[in-house]
């Protein structure tokens, strides 16, 4: 069975090496070459819709199919990312933290990591009118999987909402913060009307794992072609029990 490789990137741009938070990074040379990469090997880039509507309804996976998630929406992803992506004429999916757009990344001054910009509601209404998907982040940037299941459902809920009133579009894709979630979460997320969700768990996404809860693969700092073309190719069976609602429609 071909999976679907949900590549995961926070920030692109220039920045200096570093020893720890590698994944929150990727230098955009090497990003370029990535999507270089992957137009060499006539990789099949979906958009979050096509891959979600592939795995929802089983339909036949293309060999080296892969999606491009964004999370955090910081503003280097406009600058840098976006660039990139439209020379190669890639989809991509930006997950926008709903009470933050506009302001700071302020939760990574706690790791000692320098604080981006995230990019205005006028700016991603720019990137989506340029064809770019935006998802929930939340509203907050809270671990879902932690809070309580009312505040949970909110963070869901309110995020979705605020999204749609300001974009004015739909928005049915989720990025749980920090991949933090419990079954709990899946089950409010599907509730509010999300159809598909994205964690953190490292493995090649298909139709056996929940829509609402799709493994991804992060790409490190460190990541040459070498890496990033293992990683496109890996299967990564998930450590532990992958969460899923025991049906789903
Ligand atoms: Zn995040």
């Keep these: 069975m071909n999976g679907i490789s949900i590549f995961m990137y926070h920030q692109v741009g220039h920045f200096e090496s570093m020893a720890t938070h590698r994944a929150v990074y990727c230098d955009v040379n090497r990003f ?10 006539g990789a099949t880039v979906l958009s979050m819709s096509e891959a979600s509507d592939l795995l929802r309804f089983g339909a036949p996976i293309p060999p080296r199919a892969a999606v491009l998630t964004f999370d955090d929406g910081c503003e280097n ?23 933050l757009a506009g302001g700071r990344g302020e939760w990574l001054a706690a790791d000692g990591l320098p604080v981006p910009e995230l990019m205005s509601y006028a700016r991603l209404r720019q990137i989506a009118d340029l064809g770019i998907e935006i ?25 979705k909402r605020q999204l749609e009133e300001v974009l004015g579009r739909a928005v049915p894709h989720v990025c749980y913060p920090y991949g933090s979630h419990t079954l709990d979460t899946v089950l409010a997320a599907a509730e509010v009307g999300y159809t598909s969700g994205v964690t953190c768990q490292r493995a ?35 450590k532990g029990t992958a969460i899923k609602r025991t049906a789903f429609a």
């Design 32 to 41: 370029r070459a990535q999507m270089r990469y992957l137009k060499l090997i």
């Design 204 to 238: 090649a996404a298909t139709a056996a794992f929940d829509p609402l809860a799709l493994p991804r693969k992060a790409i490190s700092f460190g990541d040459n072609v070498v890496g990033f073309a293992w990683k496109l190719h890996a299967k990564n069976a998930p």
């Design 135 to 159: 998802g929930s982040h939340s509203r907050h940037h809270l671990r879902l999987g932690e809070l309580p299941a009312a505040q949970a459902t909110a963070e869901l809920r309110d995020s």
């Design 77 to 99: 992803f406009y600058e840098h990312a976006l660039p990139v992506l439209q020379d190669f004429g890639y989809p991509a999916i930006v997950y926008a933290i709903a009470g």
